[in-house]
Nanobody
Framework: QVQFVESGGGLVQPGGSLRLSCAASGSIFSTYVMAWYRQAPGKQRELVAT???????NYADSVRGRFSISRDNAKKTVYLQMNSLKPEDTAVYYC????????????WGQGTQVTVSS
């Protein structure tokens, strides 16, 4: 069983930056396709970015060019660098293995709150 712990969220002004971290347990982290998700109040959880074991990445159109996902397999950690933040980025951010949320309901960690407000 794998566990993920998110950190790094906070309150920032529009245009600011944050870096989120996701620490994973388990011995097979390096084989996973990892993802960041977010959920805003009253909204469905949505996929933000993915990164494969080969470090290929994909991004939601809403964050492409502003966010960057990366991983350090030695540290069993996934990062999300968020730049040029907008109020619509406000959400709780979660990391997990990449899954189809229409079919799979994985176990979620506590997440980390990101609030973008003037």
């Amino acid at each position: 069983q794998v566990q993920f712990v998110e950190s790094g969220g906070g309150l920032v002004q529009p245009g600011g930056s944050l870096r989120l971290s996701c620490a994973a347990s388990g011995s097979i982290f390096s084989t996973y396709v990892m993802a960041w998700y977010r959920q805003a109040p009253g909204k469905q959880r949505e996929l933000v970015a993915t990164i494969t074991s080969g470090r290929s990445t994909n991004y939601a159109d809403s964050v492409r060019g502003r966010f960057s996902i990366s991983r350090d397999n030695a540290k069993k950690t996934v990062y999300l660098q968020m730049n040029s933040l907008k109020p619509e980025d406000t959400a709780v951010y979660y990391c997990n293995r990449a899954v189809d949320l229409a079919r799979v309901s994985p176990s979620w960690g506590q997440g980390t709150q990101v609030t973008v407000s003037s």
